[in-house]
């Protein structure tokens, strides 16, 4: 079966070849192109991790211009009710390395990973700033690399502010909201939480702080501090324990 | 220049609305893709869309690599489809 679909697509390929050598336009550089590719070899169709990527800005209801690179929840949701749906997908590894962006919007995907029932790991790469934390916390298990950084702030609006009481309220409640989700996901405790979002003198323009690595690690936010080979392998250990568990119920 | 101002940048400058439908989600082999047009019949690859860290190793459809149109199922893009 596997021979089929290779051997259809290399015929597949072959068809293309002639349409772009008649080309006048293709260039030397593009037919070496053509002529030096070599085909990766199909291993299984299948990866029993897959992994998803926040990267950019985590996009809301307003679609961002093209020049923008974004996280969008529309792309993202569908790919995890696949990854739930699919029995042979038996881990999820997030990678972060994000500025933040909407709330409500990240929010929503941090739910969705927290509630999925395969292990989740999520490693912070460079940055995971802001709605980005949630999001870090929501898996299993999180990493830090030593040298990324996670910008805790309160949360603020852009845009026009009508009623401002309300609004005031309002932004006080979604505030609870996150601050909620990332007490209740990882080990830091309310006062840590908010004593970091809250200080002062350590962002410009701004209050909030912006902790490092190790320091992620040592308020409880973050999990461990490590890189892509640690996360793989505590994926790994989490698919194994699983296993174990359903093997369990079965006997 | 620094503005000093709430509003978000996209709307105190408005981006030219062409530039929204340059790109779009295609799915190639089964592999949903982020594609700009670079001609009539090409586009390129800008971003791949999966989940599946083994669709990233498929060269034929890597960032920058050109595809052509005609290779993609029913030219149909899943922005469209959501409409419809």
Same mark, same amino acid.
């Given at each position: 079966?596997?021979?089929?679909?290779?051997?259809?697509?290399?015929?597949?390929?072959?068809?293309?070849?002639?349409?772009?050598?008649?080309?006048? #336009?293709?260039?030397?550089?593009?037919?070496?192109?053509?002529?030096?590719?070599? /085909?990766?070899?199909?291993?299984?169709?299948?990866?029993?991790?897959?992994?998803?990527?926040?990267?950019?800005?985590?996009?809301? $209801?307003?679609?961002?211009?093209?020049? /923008?690179?974004?996280?969008?929840?529309?792309?993202?949701?569908?790919?995890? @009710?696949?990854?739930?749906?699919?029995?042979?997908?038996?881990?999820?590894?997030?990678?972060?390395?994000?500025?933040?962006?909407?709330?409500?919007?990240?929010?929503?995907?941090?739910? *969705?990973?927290?509630?999925?029932?395969?292990?989740?790991?999520?490693?912070?790469?460079?940055?995971?700033?802001?709605?980005?934390?949630?999001?870090? @916390?929501?898996?299993?298990?999180?990493?830090?690399?030593?040298?990324?950084?996670?910008?805790?702030?309160?949360?603020?609006?852009?845009?026009?502010?009508?009623?401002?009481?309300?609004?005031?309220?309002?932004?006080?409640?979604?505030?609870?909201? @996150?601050?909620?989700?990332?007490?209740?996901?990882?080990?830091?405790?309310?006062?840590?939480?908010?004593?970091? *979002?809250?200080?002062?003198?350590?962002?410009? +323009?701004?209050?909030?702080?912006?902790?490092?690595?190790?320091?992620?690690?040592?308020?409880?936010?973050?999990?461990? @501090?490590?890189?892509?080979?640690?996360?793989?392998?505590?994926?790994?250990?989490?698919i194994e324990?699983q296993k174990d568990?359903h093997k369990?119920?079965?006997? | 220049?620094?503005?000093?101002?709430?509003?978000?940048?996209?709307?105190?400058?408005?981006?030219?609305?062409?530039?929204?439908?340059?790109?779009?989600?295609?799915?190639?082999?089964?592999?949903?893709?982020?594609?700009?047009?670079?001609?009539?019949? $090409?586009?390129?690859?800008?971003?791949?869309?999966?989940?599946?860290?083994? $669709?990233?190793?498929?060269? +034929?459809?890597?960032?920058?690599?050109?595809?052509?149109?005609?290779?993609?199922?029913?030219?149909?893009?899943?922005?469209?489809? #959501?409409?419809?």
């Amino acid at each position: 079966m596997e021979n089929e679909t290779t051997r259809y697509e290399s015929e597949n390929q072959e068809d293309q070849q002639p349409q772009k050598d008649d080309k006048p #336009g293709a260039s030397i550089i593009e037919k070496i192109q053509q002529l030096g590719q070599t /085909n990766v070899p199909q291993l299984s169709n299948d990866s029993k991790i897959h992994c998803l990527t926040i990267i950019g800005q985590i996009e809301g $209801h307003m679609t961002l211009p093209p020049q /923008n690179k974004t996280t969008k929840y529309e792309h993202l949701i569908p790919q995890l @009710v696949a990854i739930e749906q699919n029995p042979k997908i038996e881990g999820l590894i997030v990678i972060l390395n994000t500025v933040g962006g909407d709330v409500e919007a990240g929010l929503a995907i941090s739910e *969705m990973i927290a509630s999925l029932s395969k292990p989740t790991v999520s490693i912070v790469l460079g940055g995971g700033h802001s709605i980005g934390v949630p999001i870090a @916390v929501s898996c299993n298990y999180s990493f830090i690399a030593e040298t990324a950084t996670m910008t805790i702030h309160p949360i603020r609006l852009t845009g026009l502010v009508i009623g401002v009481p309300q609004t005031f309220e309002y932004l006080d409640k979604m505030q609870e909201r @996150v601050v909620n989700f990332v007490i209740k996901h990882s080990k830091i405790t309310e006062e840590t939480f908010k004593e970091l *979002m809250f200080a002062k003198g350590n962002l410009t +323009r701004d209050i909030g702080t912006n902790v490092v690595g190790t320091d992620a690690v040592k308020s409880g936010l973050i999990d461990e @501090v490590g890189g892509i080979g640690e996360a793989l392998n505590k994926l790994n250990e989490l698919i194994e324990l699983q296993k174990d568990q359903h093997k369990g119920l079965i006997q | 220049m620094i503005l000093y101002t709430m509003m978000p940048q996209e709307l105190i400058f408005p981006v030219d609305p062409a530039e929204y439908s340059k790109q779009r989600v295609v799915q190639y082999k089964d592999i949903p893709l982020l594609i700009e047009s670079v001609d009539e019949q $090409h586009a390129m690859v800008i971003r791949v869309m999966s989940s599946d860290p083994q $669709h990233f190793l498929d060269e +034929r459809c890597c960032p920058g690599a050109k595809i052509s149109f005609s290779s993609l199922e029913g030219l149909s893009s899943s922005h469209e489809k #959501g409409m419809v």
